[in-house]
């Protein structure tokens, strides 16, 4: 798949996903350097990839679940990226952030494969989103053709109050 950055095409490598899918497992670094697999997580989710906390749009989107979270407490939100565990934990602190979950794929880069989101010129991860219900099926997903663009936040946050 192709998406760009500033108009420039970029590839992303790994397993496209779309709504139906069985979400795929993955493991991911939390902010204490502890291993976290999706299938230990449960009920619905909403999985963010972006390319960095450090950057204004992945900023503007992580804070803007972590507000929007309050009303829906039966979400977890969690943010991926490739930013280490310790910037993530430096970033959350510095913002106030208690309602997103922040992961690292830094180690394996298995939810950029999984996940179809590892952009291979840049080592990042693209913006995307991805809503899974109890039963870890996809509900709605969305890869942003352009990553600077911000994600439809209405039709993310519908599609988790819609799920069971």
């Known amino acids: 798949m192709i998406i760009k950055f500033n108009g420039s095409p970029l590839n ?7 709504v139906g899918d069985t979400a795929p497992d993955f493991v991911a670094i939390d902010k204490d350097l502890k291993e976290v697999s999706f ?7 909403i999985l963010l990839t972006v390319p960095s906390l450090d950057t ?3 900023d503007l989107e992580t804070r803007t679940f972590n507000e929007k979270a309050t009303a ?11 930013d280490l565990p310790f910037a993530q934990a430096r ?15 830094f180690k394996d880069r298995l939810v950029g494969k999984n996940y179809g989101t590892y952009i291979k ?20 997903v969305e890869y942003l053709d ?7 936040y209405n ?10």
């Open 12 to 18: 992303l490598e790994g397993n496209i996903l779309k």
């Open 121 to 140: 010129e840049l080592g990042l991860l693209t913006r995307a989103a991805f809503v899974i219900d109890s039963n870890n099926k996809i509900v709605y």
């Open 91 to 105: 970033w959350c602190a510095a913002h106030g952030i208690k309602n997103v979950v922040t992961l690292s794929d």
């Open 39 to 45: 299938k230990d997580t449960k009920g619905i989710r």
């Open 146 to 152: 352009e990553i600077t663009e911000q994600p439809n």
């Open 155 to 164: 039709a993310i946050l519908k599609a988790a109050s819609e799920a069971k």
């Open 56 to 58: 204004p749009v992945c």
């Open 72 to 82: 829906h407490a039966n979400v977890s939100i969690y943010t991926l990226s490739m």
